[in-house]
């Protein structure tokens, strides 16, 4: 199978702009995650799809959306961009609720 | 709330030595415990997993880790490290809420 694959790889924007981010997780895949990832910080639980219902919210403002449609692909958008958006903006997908969580490779945001 | 601690921050060794890494989480039910890695440039890959049974689980590339219940914690471990397994280590639970929550990373060099 293809693994978790994440469009676009690298984005530069600038302050106030908005961009919108997006995922393909495993076939057969229904729930999907969102991170951010940033240097001393870890990764931080944005949230989760299931089977296109948000399952589960981080600590992120509502800047910071996202959705999933019926064949499991997930966006995110995140609006008002700020400097400290910039990060790295991992998805991961599993099949079921506790199963495994496989990584895609991220998209890297900066915002100047 | 539930946190993962990941105590060792930077980590600097030489071919050969032994490794431990740890890591200890606050949750007082049932969790799943994984341990991720992410190469220089490479995205994040599981590198082992427990969910029940044998505390002492192993994983790729010679790591392994014990689940210690009573200490709340899942330590990595190997033997004799390699230039190869330079790289960040997250520690990860799982718990019934279905969300991951991550640990602040461990970066581990190891010096030829």
């Known amino acids: 199978k293809a693994g978790v694959t994440q469009t676009p790889r690298y984005l530069i924007k600038t302050r106030g702009q908005q961009v919108t981010l997006s995922c393909s997780p495993i076939?057969?895949?229904?729930?999907v995650s969102w991170y951010q990832q940033t240097p001393g910080q870890g990764l931080q639980f944005l949230f989760e799809?299931?089977?296109?219902?948000?399952?589960n919210k981080g600590n992120f403002p509502g800047r910071f959306s996202g959705r999933q449609f019926s064949n499991s692909r997930s966006e995110m958008n995140v609006s008002t961009l700020e400097l400290g958006d910039s990060a790295l903006y991992l998805c991961?997908?599993?099949?079921?609720?506790?199963?495994?969580?496989?990584f895609g490779p991220g998209t890297r945001l900066t915002v100047l | 709330a539930q946190s993962v601690s990941q105590h060792n921050h930077h980590v600097i060794l030489s071919e050969a030595a032994s490794l431990e890494l740890g890591c200890n989480y606050s949750y007082g039910g049932t969790v799943n415990l994984f341990w991720y890695v992410q190469y220089p440039g490479q995205h994040l890959q599981l590198l082992l997993k427990?969910?029940?049974?044998?505390?002492l689980v192993k994983g790729i590339k010679g790591f392994e880790a014990e689940f210690i219940k009573s200490k709340f914690s899942f330590n990595l471990r190997k033997p004799s490290v390699q230039w190869s397994d330079t790289a960040e280590y997250f520690c990860a639970v799982n718990a019934r809420t279905y969300k991951y929550i991550f640990g602040t990373g461990t970066r581990l060099k190891v010096l030829a």
């Open positions: 799809y299931f089977s296109e219902t948000q399952r």
């Open positions: 991961a997908s599993k099949e079921g609720a506790e199963d495994t969580q496989y």
């Open positions: 076939s057969g895949h229904r729930s």
């Open positions: 427990y969910f029940s049974g044998d505390p």
